[in-house]
T-cell receptor, first 114, second 114 residues
Framework: KAGVTQTPRYLIKTRGQQVTLSCSPISGHRSVSWYQQTPGQGLQFLFEYFSETQRNKGNFPGRFSGRQFSNSRSEMNVSTLELGDSALYLC?????????????FGSGTQLSVL | GESVGLHLPTLSVQEGDNSIINCAYSNSASDYFIWYKQESGKGPQFIIDIRSNMDKRQGQRVTVLLNKTVKHLSLQIAATQPGDSAVYFCAENFAPGSARQLTFGSGTQLTVLP
């Protein structure tokens, strides 16, 4: 079974631009979560989607948004990019949002904002 | 809010020795904990998990211990190998009964010396 796939692997943008990152979960997984990873802040939760609905949201500004499609694939968007948005963005999937369901992570998209 | 923290940012062990990575958590309501391993350039990889109704759980070469009295979690790796070199994160499943999210600790860099 293929793992979580994230595209692109690397991305370079300039301040003020917007970016869209893509995530394909493991087949059969209906929940997709997004995390931001930086050296200073570690892994921080962005949001989780299940059945095309946002179920939970972390403490990030409204410039960060996401969506999930009927095939469970997910995208996240960051508008008006800032230098501080440079990070590794990780997508993770799990079968459902039930208790004890562990997350399976992709390799991430490394975003650099210049 | 409450968060998961780690006692040591780095740990070096000799190949063949046992490793112990510690984690302190502050949310007494958390009832599920996970350890992840992250190698350079990759996303976090699941190692082992434990529910709060357990004190110990064993996997292949790994053991997780949970001490709810002092809110402490540890990961023991037996016969540490070079391939174990990575950053290790503990995570707690936050907010039982409501929208859950994994809250990650800051990570411990494990280096295995030849």
């Amino acid at each position: 079974k293929a793992g979580v796939t994230q595209t692109p692997r690397y991305l370079i943008k300039t301040r003020g631009q917007q970016v869209t990152l893509s995530c394909s979960p493991i087949s059969g997984h209906r929940s997709v979560s997004w995390y931001q990873q930086t050296p200073g802040q570690g892994l921080q939760f962005l949001f989780e989607y299940f059945s095309e609905t946002q179920r939970n949201k972390g403490n990030f500004p409204g410039r960060f948004s996401g969506r999930q499609f009927s095939n469970s694939r997910s995208e996240m968007n960051v508008s008006t990019l800032e230098l501080g948005d440079s990070a590794l963005y990780l997508c993770a999937s799990r079968p459902s949002t039930a208790d004890g369901e562990k997350l399976f992570f992709g390799s991430g998209t490394q975003l650099s904002v210049l | 809010g409450e968060s998961v923290g780690l006692h040591l940012p780095t740990l070096s062990v000799q190949e063949g020795d046992n490793s112990i990575i510690n984690c302190a958590y502050s949310n007494s309501a958390s009832d599920y904990f996970i350890w992840y391993k992250q190698e350079s350039g990759k996303g976090p990889q699941f190692i082992i998990d434990i529910r709060s109704n357990m004190d110990k759980r064993q996997g292949q070469r790994v053991t997780v211990l949970l001490n709810k009295t002092v809110k402490h979690l540890s990961l023991q790796i037996a016969a540490t190998q070079p391939g174990d070199s990575a950053v290790y994160f503990c995570a707690e499943n936050f907010a039982p009964g409501s929208a859950r999210q994994l809250t990650f600790g800051s990570g411990t860099q494990l280096t295995v010396l030849p």
